[in-house]
């Protein structure tokens, strides 16, 4: 039985609300990088609210923030703009705003002298970006890996919505994601060894190391 912890008919609710908006972004004819950018920017203001202790605000700015990760590779599609260095700017700005956003957090808990709730916000920090370096590793390697159960739009949901209602809620929701980030992190490596190691791969490396090298080696 597959776990989902943001069902997909949820998103697929969501993407129909906020499909006109992404209609007047397409014919608006913009840069993809441009509403990237704005994510980004987006990311920083939701950081400062979370460490200054604004956390209702923050969160609405966290979700807000993610819904522009949505649109930009709406428009680039839309548009026929998608690019190899769009991809990357995509991927590179969305780290450095979870890096940011759990740094805001880390900070007010600290200051707070919640020091558990810190640890928490650290474990689950690292646990997103192994999400992502997981995958990211094994596209470089050839593999195709979207699996997992805490994925970016999950966490984004889970640390906005738990912000927007209550620090208790957010120290879960936190909780969470500190768990099942890593735990998706190793769920990717696994389903990467699963591919790796299908009969049809088993067979051929079988086939590969029964066949003897030939060609000469050159003297130095």
Same mark, same amino acid.
């Given at each position: 039985?597959?776990?989902? *912890?943001? +069902?997909?008919?949820?998103? $697929?609710?969501?993407?129909?609300?906020?499909? +006109?908006?992404?209609?007047?972004?397409?014919?608006?004819?913009?840069?993809?990088?441009?509403?990237?950018?704005?994510?980004?920017?987006?990311?920083?203001?939701?950081?400062?609210?979370?460490?200054?202790?604004?956390?209702? *605000?923050?969160?609405?700015?966290?979700?807000?923030?993610?819904?522009? @990760?949505?649109? @930009?590779?709406?428009?680039?599609?839309?548009?026929?703009?998608?690019?190899?260095?769009?991809?990357?700017? @995509?991927?590179?700005? @969305?780290?450095? $705003?979870?890096?940011?956003? *759990?740094?805001?957090?880390?900070?007010?808990?600290?200051?707070?002298?919640?020091?558990?709730? $810190? /640890?928490?916000?650290?474990?689950?920090?690292?646990?997103?970006?192994?999400? $992502?370096?997981?995958?990211?590793?094994?596209?470089?390697?050839?593999?195709?890996?979207?699996?997992?159960?805490?994925?970016?739009?999950?966490?984004?949901?889970?640390?906005?919505?738990?912000?927007?209602?209550?620090? /208790?809620?957010?120290?879960?929701?936190?909780?969470? /994601?500190? /768990?099942?980030?890593?735990?998706?992190?190793?769920?990717?490596?696994?389903?990467?060894?699963?591919?790796?190691?299908?009969?049809?791969?088993?067979?051929?490396?079988?086939?590969?190391?029964?066949? +003897?090298?030939?060609?000469?080696?050159?003297?130095?």
């Amino acid at each position: 039985m597959k776990v989902e *912890f943001l +069902p997909q008919n949820v998103k $697929s609710w969501y993407l129909g609300l906020i499909r +006109p908006v992404v209609d007047f972004f397409i014919r608006l004819e913009l840069n993809p990088n441009f509403f990237t950018t704005i994510g980004f920017v987006l990311s920083i203001i939701a950081a400062y609210m979370f460490a200054t202790g604004s956390l209702r *605000f923050a969160g609405l700015i966290v979700l807000l923030a993610g819904t522009f @990760d949505i649109v @930009d590779g709406q428009v680039a599609r839309a548009t026929n703009r998608v690019t190899k260095f769009g991809a990357l700017y @995509d991927s590179t700005l @969305d780290r450095y $705003s979870e890096v940011i956003i *759990f740094f805001g957090m880390a900070y007010f808990f600290v200051n707070e002298s919640m020091l558990k709730t $810190s /640890v928490a916000v650290s474990i689950a920090l690292g646990g997103s970006v192994m999400v $992502s370096y997981v995958r990211a590793r094994a596209e470089a390697l050839g593999f195709e890996c979207k699996v997992g159960m805490m994925q970016r739009p999950e966490r984004v949901v889970y640390i906005g919505l738990g912000a927007l209602i209550h620090q /208790v809620v957010l120290i879960l929701a936190l909780t969470i /994601v500190a /768990v099942l980030a890593n735990f998706t992190a190793l769920q990717r490596l696994y389903y990467i060894w699963q591919q790796e190691n299908t009969p049809e791969k088993l067979e051929l490396k079988k086939q590969q190391s029964a066949t +003897p090298e030939t060609g000469t080696t050159d003297a130095a």
